[in-house]
């Protein structure tokens, strides 16, 4: 175990032996990862390197069930995770959410959903394809869902429908901000059961190959922050696919995005990783410790030590609710868990940001320079709660509703 002030959890936190493991295996490859971070975030390319280190360490099939060969991480072991890399490589975090969570969302989640017989027996036919493209043969999945539209939100339909054909569907539509664009070998979208009217409940998971005819992608990607996400536009014109493409049963994503909350916290951990940094980066850099720079101490100042005492208490604040958050997570939880989940995913954005911000106020001018990467966490942390469906705005709309309203009560 590496430093275990800048450990995800902390010292003293219960971890049984996998996720001991995890943690040591992901620490031991972070000091490559963070070397290639600053030429992605430069060039706005994908971190190939990195993911070809994940792959060799038998990472991309984290979340893919122990019955199908992967190491059969659950949420919270993901989540501590994916927190480990985000303190090394914000943009090899985030893909590997979405990466990470293709295989998770098929697996120990809809373990815990009610399927019938017939649904049970097809889901586990399908994911064992998926499954074995990952672990056999090194796949990379993505999770395309957002369209601009009320739909990635959890509000409307996805714009993005699937007609039934001979054999399988026709997929037509289009997929905005879709992270790993051009390096994932399988897109796994969201769409709509084409049917006179549109319905979320219709909504199907399917996985489109990255080469499949009719499928193109389009736009240019020179964003602010995550820029090693390459996250660009897709068109999808009358692309087939047969039926194992669907990674959940049809109407399986709506139960579990109404039952499993917490499958919308996954994205949140990258940005737990980035404020460690941000903390562990500001506390070398006053001590003089930074790697490459004269050793200057500047920790001294009373004011430096203020706001590092500032930035540790937001970064326990942040820390509690996410362990907390992680110890939630389950199917159906109460309700109290799940405002809890809201509250974390909006703080743990929120104080990313916050924190990244003070240790460029706290560490002066020189930091903000390229060279170091205390300018490049700040600009990946403003990127978190900007992410659908559970943006800062609509996590606080959520809890503000959900307070004050039962299920099915209106005014009226
Ligand atoms: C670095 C990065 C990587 C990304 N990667 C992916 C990816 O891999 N897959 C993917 O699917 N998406 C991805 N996204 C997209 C992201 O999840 C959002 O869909 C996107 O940021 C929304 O941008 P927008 O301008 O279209 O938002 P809009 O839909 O215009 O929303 C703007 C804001 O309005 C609020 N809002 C939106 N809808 C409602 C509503 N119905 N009611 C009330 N308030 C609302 C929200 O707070 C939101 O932030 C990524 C985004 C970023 C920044």
Same mark, same amino acid.
């Given at each position: 175990m590496s430093d275990p002030r800048y450990s995800v959890v902390g010292s003293g936190y219960s971890l049984d032996s996998k996720q001991r493991e995890l943690i040591e295996l992901v620490e031991s490859l972070g000091p490559r990862l963070a070397e290639r971070a600053e030429r992605y975030d430069r060039e706005a390319s994908f971190p190939h390197e990195n993911y070809a280190d994940l792959r060799a360490a038998g990472l991309l099939g984290?979340? +893919?069930? !122990?019955k199908f060969g992967g190491r059969g991480a659950d949420l919270r072991t993901y989540s501590i995770v994916s927190a480990t890399l985000g303190k090394y490589c914000g943009a090899t975090a985030l893909t590997y959410n979405m990466h990470a969570c293709s295989m998770?969302?098929?697996?120990?989640?809809?373990?815990?959903?009610?399927?019938t017989p017939a649904q049970r027996a097809e889901h586990d036919r399908h994911r064992a394809i998926h499954y074995q493209r990952v672990i056999r043969d090194g796949a990379i999945y993505a999770q395309p869902f957002s369209e601009g539209s009320a739909a990635a939100a959890g509000r409307a339909p996805f714009g993005t429908t699937a007609t039934r054909v001979g054999g399988g569907w026709s997929i037509n539509g289009k997929k905005i901000f879709a992270s790993l664009s051009g390096a994932a070998h399988y897109y796994g979208l969201l769409c709509t059961e084409a049917k006179p009217e549109l319905s979320m409940r219709d909504t199907l998971y399917m996985a489109v190959p990255g080469n499949a005819p009719g499928l193109s992608i389009v736009g240019?990607?020179?964003?602010l922050g995550m820029r090693g996400t390459v996250s660009r536009t897709l068109l999808f014109k009358d692309v087939f +696919?047969?039926? !194992?493409?669907?990674?959940?049963?049809?109407?399986?994503?709506?139960?579990?995005?109404?039952?499993?909350?917490?499958?919308?916290?996954?994205?949140?951990?990258?940005?737990?990783?980035?404020?460690?940094?941000a903390y562990e980066f500001t506390v070398r850099y006053l001590r003089g410790e930074v790697e490459g720079m004269p050793p200057v101490k500047r920790r001294m100042y009373p004011t430096k030590q203020v706001a590092v005492a500032e930035m540790w208490v937001k970064l326990e604040q942040t820390r509690s609710l996410f362990l907390r958050m992680l110890e939630d997570a389950r199917v159906d939880p109460p309700k109290d868990a799940r405002l809890r989940a809201y509250a974390a995913q909006f703080t743990i954005m929120e104080n990313a940001n916050d924190i990244c911000g003070l240790a460029i106020r706290t560490c002066g001018g020189q930091s903000m320079l390229k060279s170091l990467p205390l300018e490049r966490l700040y600009r990946d942390s403003r990127c978190g709660s900007l992410m659908l469906p559970w943006t800062a705005e609509l996590c606080l709309d959520r809890i503000g509703r959900e307070a004050l309203y039962e299920p099915g009560e209106s005014d009226d």
């Open positions: 984290l979340c +893919v069930p !122990e998770l969302w098929p697996g120990a989640l809809s373990d815990d959903l009610d399927m240019d990607w020179d964003p +696919v047969p039926d !194992e493409a669907q990674m959940m049963p049809r109407g399986i994503y709506f139960q579990a995005a109404s039952r499993w909350p917490h499958m919308f916290t996954t994205l949140s951990p990258t940005y737990m990783g980035i404020a460690i940094a």
